[in-house]
């Protein structure tokens, strides 16, 4: 299918049949960085990856907004809420 879960899904499939942890990039920096970072955190862990890279959503911008958005990246891995679909 086309649902974003699906596409990630696929890729964990194709790192060995998840033994190697996919990790996605977090993409470039724009004007809802936040909302995007969360999105795409939720797709990875919800198809089975294992975490997000965030290099320019977060060091582009002060340093207290880019604590507060990894803090939110974080929260997404921590919630149990939050499981493989």
Do not use: W
């Not at 990630?8 to 977090?26: D, E, F, H, T």
């Not at 920096?29 to 990856?49: H, L, M, Q």
């Amino acid at each position: 299918s086309d649902h974003p879960i699906d596409l990630c899904r696929y890729q964990v499939l194709n790192s060995y049949n998840g033994r190697i942890g996919l990790i996605n990039s977090g993409g470039e920096s724009g004007k809802n960085d936040f909302a995007e970072a969360v999105k795409t955190a939720v797709i990875n862990k919800r198809a089975g990856g294992m975490g997000l890279i965030s290099g320019r959503k977060t060091f582009q911008r002060p340093f207290e907004e880019g604590v507060k958005l990894f803090h939110l990246i974080q929260d997404v891995y921590l919630c149990k809420e939050v499981s493989i679909a």
